[in-house]
């Protein structure tokens, strides 16, 4: 009875050391990024998010595809592994932010496998809290964008990453569909034309710059290394004209306003205030050439009448009256040839 009662107490005691183990680890949640695939001689950088409550911790990244077995390759108390540190893999803690990332350079396709981000939470007994994520590196080529666009008349430059197998190999750029439109870098690592300008780093990278792009350069391109090619496309927008939204006035005014300027710059321009004073010199002289003229019509009808007025008082003869016979005598006043015949 006793001893079924204390293997009893046995198989309680054992899953309660388990959770008390184990359970710290688990509420320290630490998470990252998926799988992720590189390319040989190129970077990665690797994010790692924990918990508020262990800012203080260590944080380590580590190789391996057991946690209990992996190898150490940083840690936040190695000065080696800091950010400035001679190491290849490097490590950084942002406490504000609750991450550290972890970055590694010069890959190699040995580079390839598990990794795990682990917050030590101290203690023999006590399971780290930790993620795992696998890397690939591998060899071929990749572009930085693989859709760009551009307005039409202006240029694109495309950047295309290659393995370190592929330093050596020479670079080309076609038009996808099209092999007699590919071009290939030189023994010096350039191509160049009037249209296109393809430039190799020797390490990593070569990019390939478009000019004077028109509508009929919208399509898929592939930039190539040795067997290798990624494809990209380029889409070419048209230019936009932007009309103006200012009212009939508005405009009026800065034509005006433009023309002044230009009027005051110009030397051999006539000013903007000549024309109205010829308008108005003009029409001053035509009204002062009327207005004589109607000034000498009314002289010349006044001599007239006084020339028609002078002749008919030398034609007429008054009779002669004496005084007393006005009473029955009548005054007549004649012409003389006239009178010559009455008499």
């Given at each position: 009875m006793r001893e079924?009662d204390g293997?009893l107490?046995?198989a309680m005691i ?12 688990r509420?320290?949640?630490?998470s990252?990024?998926?799988d992720?695939s ?11 998010h924990y918990n508020?409550?262990?800012i203080s ?11 209990e077995?992996?190898t150490?390759?940083?840690?936040t ?6 950010p ?7 490590i950084?803690?942002?406490p ?8 590694m350079?010069n890959?190699?396709e040995?580079d390839?496998?598990w990794?795990?981000c682990?917050v ?10 930790t993620?795992s994520?696998y890397i690939?590196v591998?060899?071929?080529?990749s572009?930085?964008s693989?859709?760009?666009s551009?307005?039409?008349?202006s240029?694109?430059t ?7 197998n ?5 670079k080309r750029?076609?038009?996808?569909g099209?092999?007699?439109s ?7 690592g350039?191509?160049?034309s009037r249209?296109?300008f393809i430039?190799d780093?020797r ?5 390939v ?12 391109y592939?930039c190539?290394?040795g067997q290798?090619q ?7 927008t048209a230019q ?5 939204t200012a009212?009939?006035i ?9 023309t002044s300027?230009?009027?005051s710059n110009d030397p051999?321009?006539?000013p903007?205030?000549e024309?109205p004073?010829v308008?108005?010199?003009v029409?001053?002289?035509v009204?002062t050439a009327?207005?004589?003229l109607?000034?000498?019509r ?7 009448i006084h ?8 034609n ?15 005054v007549i ?5 006239a ?5």
């Open positions: 079924s293997l107490t046995s054992l899953p309660l050391l388990l959770i008390v183990f184990l359970l710290p680890g509420l320290c949640t630490v990252t990024v998926g992720v590189v390319l040989e001689g190129e970077s990665v950088t690797v994010p790692c508020p409550q262990y911790h260590v944080k380590y990244w580590c190789q391996g595809r057991m946690r077995f992996c150490s390759l940083a840690r108390d190695d000065p080696d592994s800091a400035n540190g001679k190491g290849r893999v490097t950084a803690d942002d504000t932010q609750h991450v550290f990332t972890v970055s350079r890959l190699t040995e390839s496998g990794y795990w682990g030590e939470l101290g203690g023999m007994w006590v399971s780290d809290s993620a994520l690939s591998i060899h071929g080529m572009a930085v693989s859709m760009l551009a307005d039409e008349g240029s694109v495309v950047e295309c990453l290659y393995s370190i592929l330093r050596s190999s020479e750029w076609c038009r996808s099209n092999w007699n590919c071009v290939v870098t030189d023994s010096e350039t191509f160049s249209k296109v430039h780093d390490n990593s990278m070569f990019t710059t478009i000019q004077q792009l028109e509508m009929k350069d919208s399509g898929w592939w190539g290394a290798q990624v494809a990209v496309h380029v889409l070419v936009t004209t932007t009309l103006s009212s009939p508005q405009n009026l005014r800065t034509t005006v306003r433009s300027v230009m009027s051999h321009s006539r903007v205030w024309f004073l308008v108005c010199g029409m001053l002289l009204m009327f207005l004589a109607w000034k000498l009314q002289l010349y009808k006044k001599k007239q020339r028609g007025t002078n002749e008919m008082n030398d007429l003869t008054m009779c002669p009256w004496r005084e007393g016979d006005y009473k029955n005598a009548s006043f004649l012409n003389a040839p009178q010559a015949q009455v008499l």
